[in-house]
């Protein structure tokens, strides 16, 4: 945990990246369409053959499609969906964090009580029942994540805002006539953006994993479209007789997530020594 | 000090307020259950005279009142589907969510705490790798996955626990310890942390110069300053427990109330969802308010105070 | 409340230290389902898990036999005095389990209070053709209907008998907690969420049942019911998945019961709005839908080929209507000519439906040259869109329908007669057939008008008949019984082979 | 006569580097010995070392403590703990940091005879009174926080001396307390050593602090011993440079003693740029090539009076 770039935080990060590009270049490696069905090769075991359709390298799935190519497609759907929810709620969060640290007084107040209140209902509660109710589909899923977990970041950016707003250059800056919104973005932002940065890395990893979670109650991520949790969802009924269904994309998940979470810990040591390890 | 649990009681109020108010419109949003409880042949005219003998023709604003009112006299209502007052339903499911989260929290706090005090007192060992490697799986690994890997290996091909239901003591053994992974990390973290910093303090060298070895220092004085930290996010971990138990129970069929959560939504049955939410933010403000009453008991500063 | 939360714990505190012998001879019958009872008042909640339950502790007016035959049950016989009065004689000998007498009293106010608006029974459209009951002999009531109603026998096989002095004196809150019929059996005890058992009642007047107690147990994971069964902690299981039923046939130790519902498989065509209301791109779903290859390699044979949207299992099903056949080529054809190449087809579901199907089919459809986009929904939003205007209703879905009476009329004049909330199809000459076999009691007259009316369907395909629906389950190979169509469970027509 | 504690040749290392180096002294029963230098010296590494109780990155190498003339260093741990607290205690900077906020006073104290608190609370009483607490009755049941700053040293002092050990080593007991506590402090450090025969190694930057109390005194300075000798004796006549300037810095009586050594041009070296040769040299003024190339062992610059300096006799 050192704050130097070891060997561990290199295979990590070499291991995420390799995760994106998997992502990434899904089309292109993917040695078979991940919907492309065939009802003759249903639940082929890991490393099957056949003459007509070539190599399942894990195996096949309930309608025989191929796993691998459906895992890769997954990494895909984890992504873009971590990625945009993470976003969503760094950018309300955060916003909300500057105005109330800023203003202070009753916005603050306002802004605050609300975060209390959000933070006293268990984040996936929330979720399970919002997307229950609404109806799954993307889009849904990554408002919903979003606006879920704002208020770890405004609490983090309320406090940094605090802190800052107190330093001398800021009011420098204000006898120097900018207007509020510019001392905001110019200079107290770039301020806080280092635990932000520790906060959003962390969330990446919970979002990941949400979105798995969400899509196996299947409230995430829709068949046929490929995702992990509804790989693996659809590859509990099949536990017994192919493994591979769940073992593989569980797999795939938790790797990632410890490389995100080691990342995490590594830029928090980085970042913001006085929370260390925590 | 009294003026400060006021104060935080307060603020539960509202906060409670707040997430029965959001839970019964996002519960709305989608319409009734009318169409689910109808068989499939009904016409239009059925469907119209089922919905207004429940009530649901009533404008939202109405309905929403009617709801306050009822929760104001400590009436939670009656079950569409199961036609059974909601907490006689609810309170028969809670004993089965109880003991899986103390089962959960018991196996996080006997493996987690001490955990973490192993890697802090033997830092930079073998003992402090391996189990760092153990916290960060706990903190990554996915319940349902865990989950479906435990009931595979120790259900299916081991056939040491039942795969998966409410059938003897042996049933709670697998739900606890994958509902108790996280928090098992957690703890070991945040015990690590704390026990460290206790033990670069003074009064830990003073304590071994008076002959104590570095056991009876880490028991007699470590532990307790180091337990305050940690006293809080096992408050906040029990909350999350409960939250995770709608998935681990999903996984294990384990008749709780994270189960009946995940049927009363998917089956509208609104009344039931919205007393889970609020037993279940209830209890989260609860932990919340009673940690920092934990403090008074360990802490003798905070206590003179109040 | 705290004195119950208190009863609660120690419940959970028994069944965690209760063991479940396995040793025989058993009198204990334990039934793994997939859900626990919603509602143990049998006039409430339907599902089936419901119903399995709560029907073993009741008598019934009529019922069916094995053969699905409506035989009595609490009647003896009856005859119609016009064509909405019916007359029912009644047995005098049924007591219920606190020892007092079955009246006709008692059967007039279970159809009263079914049909009552304020009692708000979910079942209530089953009933409401009903217009009054009265008692009319000393073992006589008698129903009228608001006007000639063919299938109210097929409807009155599932009213339950409730005794009114009982239900009068507790409330209908606390007699669906404490229920209390004249059936074989009796409750014991029922732990919400986990399991309802009951007793056997000795002299009950049909017979000794067969076992002392049945154990109805919550178990909603597949896998954990096979385990059940294989483990011997249960001896009968419901709701066994095909992939299941395949691979559990080969075990000696287990028994794979399966019987050909009145639950038919249907794709829903949209006749009346998007690329679907050209009849010629509904022909080519039809013939581009391999049905063959849905029931050999989906269901692993546990499926029935059906000719029109109707089972075997419901009057009026007729075996001369010709299904289309599977023909890619021919459907390829039908859509380039109908200008539908490569238009996109929304297939609404939700996650209540089998989605391999949904996917299977999407890739059918994709093959012949139509671009079908699975739209996800809950089952709110699924049902009140199918349910909708033609324009809300998409193209196509998929359903499993049962009218749970066994007749052409609870199942095509719902889900295609003009101005019924299902139907996006309209054809007149269809309704008029329809309505005629719905307006008269004989049953000659009524088979000539639905075999037209499959002929109209056959031509317009508003809808496909994918398979009838098998039920599956599992149990000791001790276990003695016939499932039936009807998906009835009745522990009665059950026994340990000698 | 055995030394109550002897220091033989000590060398430690926090990774390669040497930052306590042949440092050696022994103190009679009843002597108070102060070991004086600026932080960073090695005085306090020398003093954990001593109860065997050095922080893990420093590692001992060389050199071996004896109590009475028994080698510590053959002790095994479960031994040594023996030792610590009975036959030999510590005391701290901090009175406040170096007690357990959530204890009692009393079951700290008790912690030195090994009993709890039950079964010592005479003792404990006897004793808080010995070290000088008011109303020790009230305050044996009393928490950390509840006591000021120099009824804290008391304390610690009380549970450091309730098993009657041969040596007290003090690590700067003054440093953080108010001058008048100070005086006090000292004042009872010093009555102790008479009344129990205590001998006493003093741990403290301040000369002023070793003027006071100290019957003999040890310079160190970047982890070497730079002049030792009779407390009169050196501050009569320094023998080393370094020493002669912490002196020359001292305030006289009348101003404030809380002088700091830094008052010294330049500052001490870290352990990784020791150089080579004499490690003072640096900042003194007597430095010439001698001093730079060639390290200058201690020797008796008068009796009892040892400097490691080349030009101990051109000291003034």
């Not at chain 1, 895992?71 to 929810?85: D, E, N, Q, T, W």
């Not at chain 1, 932000?196 to 299947?218: D, H, P, R, Y």
């Not at chain 3, 005098?92 to 389990?97: A, C, L, Q, W, Y």
């Amino acid at each position: 945990m050192r704050p130097r770039v070891s060997f561990g935080i290199r295979v990590i990060v070499l291991l995420i990246v390799l995760f994106a590009a998997a992502a990434l270049l899904a089309p292109w490696i993917s040695p078979h369409d991940p919907l492309r069905q065939s009802l003759l090769l249903r639940l082929k075991p890991p490393g099957s053959a056949t003459a007509s359709a070539g190599l399942f390298p894990l195996g096949t799935d309930d309608l025989g499609r191929d796993l691998l190519s459906r895992i890769l497609y997954g990494a895909r759907a984890s992504f873009i969906v971590a990625i945009l929810s993470v976003s969503v709620s760094l950018v309300v969060g955060t916003l909300l964090g500057l105005a109330a640290g800023w203003f202070r007084g009753w916005t603050a107040t306002l802004i605050m009580r609300f975060v209390d209140a959000m933070l006293s209902v268990p984040a996936i509660l929330l979720a399970v029942l919002t997307v229950a109710v609404i109806g799954p589909s993307f889009v849904t899923l990554v408002l919903v994540l979003g606006l879920t977990r704002w208020p770890r970041y405004t609490r983090v950016a309320y406090a940094a805002t605090l802190q800052v707003a107190g330093l001398p250059f800021i009011a420098a800056a204000e006898m120097a006539g900018a207007d509020s919104a510019r001392i905001l973005l110019r200079h107290i932002l770039p301020n806080i953006a280092g635990p932000l940065l520790v906060v959003a890395t962390s969330e990446f990893g919970l979002m990941i994993l949400f979105e798995a979670g969400l899509s196996f109650l299947g409230l995430g991520i829709q068949p046929p479209a490929p995702s992990w949790g509804s790989i693996m969802s659809a590859g509990r009924q099949y536990v017994e007789r192919a493994w591979w269904l769940t073992v593989f994309p569980g797999l795939g998940l938790f790797t990632l997530v410890v490389c995100v979470n080691v990342m995490g810990d590594w830029l928090r040591d980085r970042l913001d020594p006085r929370s260390a390890g925590r | 000090m009294r003026r400060y649990i006021a104060r935080r009681l307060l603020q539960a109020a509202i906060a409670t307020f707040l997430v029965i108010t959001i839970v019964f419109f996002v519960m709305r949003l989608s319409g009734d259950p009318t169409l689910l409880l109808v068989p499939e042949g009904a016409t239009a005219e059925q469907i119209a005279a089922l919905r207004h003998a429940l009530g649901f023709d009533r404008p939202l604003a109405v309905q929403y009142l009617g709801y306050l009112g009822d929760l104001a006299h400590f009436d939670l209502g009656q079950s569409l589907v199961q036609r059974a007052p909601v907490w006689l339903i609810v309170a028969s499911r809670l004993p089965y969510t109880m003991a899986l989260a103390a089962g959960a929290l018991v196996f996080a706090l006997v493996t987690g705490i001490p955990a973490g005090i192993a890697m802090a007192v033997w830092r930079g060992g073998v003992t402090e790798r391996l189990l760092s490697a153990l916290v960060l799986a706990g903190q990554s690994l996915p319940t349902f996955w865990s989950g479906i890997l435990f009931i595979l290996l120790f259900g299916v091909s081991l056939h040491w626990l039942p795969t998966s239901g409410a059938d003897g003591p042996a049933s709670l053994v697998m739900p606890s310890v994958v509902l108790g992974a996280l928090a098992m990390a957690t703890f070991a973290r945040m015990t690590r942390i704390s026990v460290l910093e206790e033990l670069g303090r003074d009064y830990v060298t003073a304590a071994r110069a008076r002959g104590l070895s570095m056991g009876a220092a880490v028991v007699r004085h470590v532990l307790r300053n180091a337990a305050i930290p940690v006293v809080t996010v096992v408050a906040l971990e029990v909350g999350n427990l409960l939250a995770g138990a709608v998935i681990v129970e999903t996984v294990f069929a384990w008749p709780g109330i994270g189960q009946l959560a995940m049927q009363s939504i998917f089956a509208r049955d609104f009344l039931v969802v919205q007393a889970i939410v609020l037993f279940v933010s209830m209890v989260y403000i609860a932990l919340n308010l009673a940690t920092d009453l934990a403090y008074s008991a360990i802490d003798p500063r905070i206590r003179g105070m109040a | 409340m705290r004195g119950s939360r208190v009863l609660a714990i120690a419940a959970v505190a028994a069944c965690l230290s209760a063991h479940h012998a396995a040793a025989q001879p058993k009198t204990e019958l334990t039934v793994d389902l997939a859900a626990d009872a919603a509602t143990l008042d049998p006039q409430l909640q339907w599902d089936t898990d419901s119903y399995s339950i709560y029907r073993n502790m009741f008598d019934n007016l009529l019922t069916r036999d094995v053969a699905g035959k409506i035989v009595p049950q609490v009647a003896t016989a009856w005859h119609y005095t016009n064509d909405t009065t019916l007359v029912f004689d009644l047995r005098t000998d049924i007591k219920f389990h606190d020892g007092t007498k079955l009246t006709p009293e008692d059967v007039a106010f279970s159809v009263k209070r079914i049909v009552d608006p304020a009692f708000k029974s979910p079942q209530l459209s089953q009933f409401d053709q009903i217009a009054g009951a009265e008692v009319t002999g000393p073992a006589q009531v008698t129903l009228r209907t608001k006007s000639p109603y063919p299938a109210l026998l097929a409807q009155l096989v599932k009213l339950s008998i409730v005794p009114k002095a009982y239900v009068e004196k507790l409330g209908d809150v606390r007699f669906n907690q404490e229920p209390m019929g004249s059936g074989p059996y009796k409750l014991r005890a029922w732990q919400r969420g986990v399991q309802v058992t009951l007793d056997a009642m000795p002299d009950y007047w049909r017979g000794k049942p067969p076992f002392a107690s049945v154990v109805f147990r919550a178990v909603p994971d597949g896998p954990t019911r096979i385990a059940d069964l294989r483990a011997g902690r249960a001896d009968l299981i419901r709701g066994l998945s095909p992939d299941d039923a395949e691979a559990l046939k080969s075990e000696r130790q287990v028994r794979v019961l399966s019987v050909p519902t009145e639950r038919v498989a249907y794709m829903f065509v949209n006749a009346l709005a998007g690329p679907t209301a050209d009849v010629r791109v509904r022909r080519a779903i039809a013939m581009a839908v391999d049905r063959e290859s849905l029931i050999t390699a989906l269901q692993q044979g546990f499926a029935k080929p059906v000719n029109e949207v109707l089972t075997p299992a419901n009057f009026g099903y007729d075996a001369d209507v010709k299904p289309w056949p599977f023909d890619p080529v021919q459907a390829r054809a039908l859509i380039k000519a109908a200008g539908a190449e490569g238009a996109k087809i929304s297939f609404l579901t939700s996650p209540v439906y089998d989605r391999r199907l949904n996917e299977a089919i999407q890739q059918m459809l994709a093959d012949v040259g139509l671009q079908v986009e699975i739209q996800m929904m809950d089952q709110p939003t699924y049902l009140r869109r199918r349910q909708g205007t033609p324009v809300e209703a998409g193209a196509l879905s998929q359903g499993r329908w049962s009218c749970a009476c066994q007749d052409a009329d609870g199942v095509i004049f719902p889900l295609f007669r003009s101005g019924s909330i299902w139907s996006k199809y309209s054809n007149p000459a269809f309704d008029t057939e329809v309505d005629a076999a719905r307006a008269t009691l004989d049953e000659a007259v009524r088979k000539t008008h639905y075999r037209r009316a499959l002929d109209i369907l056959r031509e317009d395909v508003p809808g496909v008949g994918l398979f009838q629906d098998v039920a599956i389950y599992g149990a000791k190979p001790q276990l003695k019984w016939t499932p039936t169509a009807n998906e009835a469970f009745f522990v009665m027509d059950m026994a340990w082979q000698p | 006569m055995t030394p109550a504690l002897a220091v033989h040749d000590l060398r430690l290392l926090i990774g390669g580097a040497a930052v306590v180096d042949g440092v050696g002294f022994a103190v009679a029963p009843g002597e108070v010995m102060a070991l004086v230098g600026e932080s960073g010296c090695g005085k306090s590494l020398t003093a954990h070392a001593i109860m065997r109780l050095l922080p893990d990155a420093v590692r001992q190498d060389r050199g071996y403590v004896a109590l009475d003339g028994d080698n510590l260093s053959v002790l095994s741990e479960r031994q040594m703990r023996l030792v610590r607290g009975r036959r030999m205690s510590m005391i701290f900077q901090e009175p406040q940091a170096a007690l357990d906020p959530l204890s009692t006073v009393g079951a700290q104290v008790a912690e030195g005879t090994g009993s709890p608190l039950r079964q010592a609370r005479a003792a404990v009483l006897a004793m808080l009174d010995e070290v000088g607490i008011a109303d020790p009755a009230r305050r044996i049941d009393q928490y950390p926080f509840e006591l000021s700053g120099g009824m804290c040293q008391r304390v610690m002092i009380a549970s450091a001396l309730i098993a009657r050990p041969a040596v007290l080593i003090a690590d700067e007991p003054t440093t953080a307390l108010d001058v008048t506590i100070q005086a006090q402090i000292l004042d009872l450090l010093r009555r102790l050593a008479i009344e129990r025969g205590t001998a006493i190694v003093l741990i403290t930057h301040d000369m002023g602090v070793v003027a006071d109390i100290a019957d003999r005194v040890a310079v160190m300075y970047a982890g070497r011993i730079a002049e030792t000798g009779d407390t009169a004796a050196i501050f009569a006549r320094p023998r080393h440079p370094y020493t002669a300037l912490l002196l020359a810095a001292l305030p006289r009586r009348t101003d404030v003693p809380r002088s700091r050594l830094a008052v010294i041009e330049g500052r001490v070296p870290a352990p990784s740029e020791f150089p080579t040769g004499c490690r003072f040299a640096g900042r003194c003024p007597l430095a010439d090539a001698r001093c730079r190339a060639e390290t200058p062992l201690l020797r008796e610059v008068a009796r009892g009076h040892l400097s490691a300096c080349w030009h101990a006799e051109a000291v003034r």
